[in-house]
Nanobody, 128 residues
Framework: QVQLVESGGGLVQAGSSLRLSCAAS????????LGWFRQAPGKEREFVSG????????YYADSVKGRFNISRDTAKNTVYLQMNSLKPEDTAVYYC?????????????????????WGQGTQVTVSS
């Protein structure tokens, strides 16, 4: 079992920055990939960004590439999502997720949605 607790959401103006945190506990993450998804009202949950806990690979959705940065602190077992140049379309509930490593990111995304570990979500609202 992996427990995930997100924090750091809030209401900000367009162009602002926010940093989300996801504290993980329960088991060693060495064989895991962790990531962020988001879900806006009336829309399906979508992948935002992910990383291998080993630190040798990160992945971003095209919609956030160049604006968001994912990182981790192995001492704190925490994953961060630094979000810059926020846009109203970034408004959503952001979820942290974890699942065992797969060969490719698309495979991991599908696997995580089907059977991964999830946090409770944190709301991000960007006003125009």
């Amino acid at each position: 079992q992996v427990q995930l607790v997100e924090s750091g959401g809030g209401l900000v103006q367009a162009g602002s920055s926010l940093r989300l945190s996801c504290a993980a506990s329960g088991r060693t993450l060495r064989s895991y990939m962790l990531g962020w998804f988001r879900q806006a009202p009336g829309k399906e949950r979508e992948f935002v960004s992910g990383l291998r806990w080993s630190g040798d690979s990160t992945y971003y959705a095209d919609s956030v590439k160049g604006r968001f940065n994912i990182s981790r602190d192995t001492a704190k077992n925490t994953v961060y999502l630094q979000m810059n140049s926020l846009k109203p379309e970034d408004t959503a509930v952001y979820y942290c997720a974890a699942d065992v490593m797969t060969v490719g990111w698309s495979t991991w995304v599908r696997s995580t949605i089907r059977k991964g570990y999830w946090g409770q979500g944190t709301q991000v609202t960007v006003s125009s």
